[in-house]
Nanobody, 117 residues
């Protein structure tokens, strides 16, 4: 079956950096678009970043210039490099895969990112 396993979440101070990973199995990874979403307490899940099978990237306005999404088809893993983190970035971060438009049907379990001094 399809599995997405996120990792890398942590408690970090404002201005800090984290790198999230999403290991994918059960699908032909190179044929899927990948996305990262997040959900803060009391808020709806929101799009953060996406990368197509061709490597085209898209970002939410709130993270553009600070976050970078990438993928390794060899490792079947997607990454989210997060820099200059602020408390507003505190959320559970989820990865997602889709054959066409994001979001697709498959989600990971999420990884917690907390930005606090």
């Amino acid at each position: 079956q399809v599995q997405l396993v996120e990792s890398g979440g942590d408690l970090v101070q404002p201005g800090g950096s984290l790198r999230l990973s999403c290991a994918v199995s059960g699908i032909l990874f190179s044929s899927y678009n990948m996305g990262w979403y997040r959900q803060a307490p009391g808020k709806q899940r929101e799009f953060v970043a996406g990368i197509t099978i061709g490597g085209i990237r898209k970002y939410a306005d709130s993270v553009r210039g600070r976050f970078t999404i990438s993928r390794s088809n060899l490792k079947k893993t997607a990454y989210l490099e997060m820099n200059d983190l602020t408390p507003e970035d505190t959320a559970v971060y989820y990865c997602n895969v889709a054959r066409t438009s994001l979001p697709g049907d498959y989600w990971g379990q999420g990884t917690q990112v907390t930005v606090s001094s």
